[in-house]
């Protein structure tokens, strides 16, 4: 089954196009797991038992592993969605960038080591910085297409002026993934949520992509209007929620209130497909 | 001792520009080591030992740990540098590239857990991606800038309409770099060595900026045209090389030649600057 196979699955069985990011901040753990680095495989998996049925899809972000030296902790999770939540695809957040001989170890690292289902990435590099994924038959990459934090404008914003219509950056981007490099339906695309109008651009300039849609809940984009210009009959949306998720609650309670949170955000996103 | 006041210091004390980059693969390993990854750290520790008074940095890639789950053998390499060669400064090639919360869990895996003196970022997230680790005081940040590969010019090379000049989107990198991001001097960029005239040209628009110029030795760049285009009074250079220097011999004799290999190089360098 593919990442784009499991994607689709996903959405059907859990009617949800809500991924669930594990972003985990021992400084906001709960109750008696506050501070406490060792227990980030505890809260994330209590988090995955209590959202399985409500996700499209789950993100690790792999830094707040690294940070804390929990690389053990990250295989257990992994290995922890793939036995107990195995129809919800897991796409490690690692952006990563490198060429070569470089892109072929992490690719190894995402897919090999921690068994991922897609991995997100950098285009900066070019094509020989995302070809090396595509190796691994049926995982997927999402690059970054248009990021919303404030130095999002510094570079994906920029007109090139020698491409037909003087594209932005970003649709460059969009366009490449949906064109030249994506030779076996593998790519995706990330795209944050504060500006539908850009969503509704990338979705125009590739129909078939799925796109990863950081930027609800805690960082405010709107999820009704992210659904509107996302969501197509052939265009797949995994619309990210991290913080508001994770960290409902500062009590024992954490994992109830994480499920009604993204119960709540899943609905809100349903609704909005009309 | 800043980043760069290090930089300055092994440059005049190894009378060095060369970089050694520290890209552990296994299966090139010589002798008994090879094909056996809980020798990462031993293969590169001596390394590290027969090029300490050659090399002005050291660049390990953490891939290429990451890979073979070699974490703690990067700490232990990282301490081992730090011990043995505490005059050499240690980038790690991690070309991280992402915002806020997230890129401060990157910033602290480079810094505090692997205590590495300055890190390689990739800057297609814009100034919030840079600016976290900028808040480690006196330590250092590579942007990449102009990389050689093929598909560098998927969007470096891209011209940018609504700027003054329209300049390449790596030429606006530069400049980004050298004005307004480099609040500290911290800086530096990551150019490559094939084409010497963009070493140049970056050069022109980061006149103080340290160059970290992969793409010596097993990539095939002209070492002495790099030096020519890329050294000057205030620019400091520290040129990469790994491969030629790693698996120099498949032999017991690997240090002695990686060393006989880094000195051929240091020497090309040198005498480049005439």
Partial sequence: MTFIDMLRAAEARNRSMLCVGLDPEPSRFPGALQGDPCKIYDFCAAIVDATADLAIAFK???????????????EKLMAHM?????????ILDAKRGDIGATAEQYAREAFERYDADAVTLSPFMGWDSVQ???KYEGKGAFLLCRTSNPGGDDLQNQRLVDLPGQPRLYEHVAALAQGPWNLNGQLGLVVGA????EIARVRQLAP??????????????????????????????????????????????????ARREAMKTRDLLQAARG
């Fill in 208 to 257: 078939s992509l799925p796109l990863l849609i950081p930027g609800v809940g805690a960082q405010g984009g709107d999820a009704v209007a992210t659904v509107k210009a996302g969501r197509t009959k052939d265009g797949l949306i995994a619309v990210n929620s991290s913080r508001a998720i994770l960290y409902a609650s500062s009590s024992a309670d954490y994992a109830q209130a």
């Fill in 194 to 197: 504060t500006y539908p109008e």
């Fill in 82 to 90: 793939r036995a107990n939540a195995p129809q919800v695809p897991v």
């Fill in 132 to 134: 090396p994924y595509l």
């Fill in 60 to 74: 690790p972000q792999i830094a707040y592993f690294a940070a804390h030296r929990a690389e053990d902790q990250l």
